[in-house]
């Protein structure tokens, strides 16, 4: 498995990630299909070489990412607009899809291009270890993933995991995000070397655990007050 830095980048490693805390709260339950076998990999696909014409910008033209988790983060910028201070360009997760493939998208707003990720998803999601995340909850101490709309906070540091990215959770599914400790980091278990070998990545407390090669770029981009949009 090698490492492109051209457009769309790889991820997967082992260790836990520490982004969890206390306190309870409501739990959202959302069954997903589980794939009996592993599924085949893609290839490595080159970025979308993107036109602007006269009339404007095509967004994501080669259809990269689902067209309705594009259009629910578009609504979803509008509604938390007094969030999101900056729109040249929004972070997208979807959790349909196995954790082993692309599923964190950056969507330029601006040029249209798309670049995309692995990230990992919470073991409480995934108890099975299956691949997919199958539930959600935003309850602290539930090491699952939470869906809906964030708003990024900027570049951090923390004891346990090291670099990272804040987010603050902006509807019911994820207002607790600061509480549970819920951020953008590296791990090992996200690591192209542990894909490679586990054909999945790990799992985190909840948190988008992407590659460590990964969070450089992200955390330089992502900066404070882009949407970050998950859903399934």
């Known amino acids: 498995m090698r490492l492109s830095r051209r457009g769309l980048i790889l991820g997967g490693s082992a260790l836990l990630a520490g982004c969890s805390s206390a306190a309870s709260t409501s739990s959202l339950q959302l069954a ?25 910008t095509t967004i994501d033209p080669h259809g990269v990412v689902r067209k309705d988790l594009i259009e629910r983060a578009r609504a979803a910028m509008d509604v938390h607009g007094h969030k999101i201070s900056k729109r040249d360009r929004m972070y997208l997760v979807d959790f349909q899809k196995f954790s082993g493939e692309d599923r964190l998208y950056e969507v330029d707003l601006e040029g249209g291009w798309v670049t995309a990720y ?11 270890h299956s691949g997919y995340a199958q539930q959600f909850s935003n309850r602290p101490d539930s090491h699952m993933s939470s869906i809906g709309a964030y708003a990024t906070a ?33 791990a090992d278990y996200a690591d192209p070397a542990f894909l490679a070998r586990q054909g999945k990545l790990g799992r985190s407390y909840g948190c988008f655990s992407v590659s460590h090669a990964d969070l450089i770029p992200l955390r330089e981009r992502m900066g404070e007050g882009r949407l970050l949009f998950a859903m399934t």
Do not use: F, M
């Not at 509807?171 to 590296?186: F, P, Q, T, V």
């Open 32 to 56: 997903g299909a589980v794939a009996p076998n592993l599924p085949t990999l893609p290839d490595r696909a080159a970025p979308a070489a993107v036109q602007i014409t006269d009339v404007g």
């Open 118 to 128: 692995r990230t990992s998803h919470g073991r409480g999601s995934d108890p099975a």
């Open 154 to 186: 900027g570049a951090s540091w923390g004891s346990q995991q090291g670099p990272n990215v804040l987010l603050d959770g902006l509807e019911y599914s994820n207002n607790l995000a600061r509480e549970r400790a819920i951020i953008i980091h590296g």
